[in-house]
């Protein structure tokens, strides 16, 4: 008796059930997009930065060893690779709250390391392909 009472509750909590697990796959969908939006965006970023400054740590302490001591040149080689990795974070923030193309974020990243490297008294082309 009480299962023919139950009965249709149930179908009515199944159809309910199918009915919202059709809107949150929908839902999943859109925001999987818009979350693999920004995703690419970040990765497209830093495939910009690697590119751009592969191998220049190496460079960078060797033309620093040039004109200072080891010591001296190794914390200045630090120091330059913490003010390159703030200016990445920067260009994929830039990125991602203004939406600029890869090719504004490659000039502005050009433009931010060729600033760093004048202020250590390094050459941008040691540092950019």
Sequence with gaps: M???????VAKAGAKAAAKCAEVVSKE???????IAGKIMALMISYLITIWLTSRYKDKVHKELLDK????????LTEQFNIEVEKLKKE?????KELNITKEEAESRFREGVIGICKKFGI???SVLK
């Design 2 to 8: 009480i299962e023919k009472i139950m009965e249709p």
């Design 28 to 34: 999943c969908v859109k925001k999987g997009a818009e």
């Design 68 to 75: 200072h001591d080891e010591e001296t040149a190794n914390r």
């Design 91 to 95: 260009i994929v923030e830039l990125k």
């Design 123 to 125: 050459s941008p082309d």
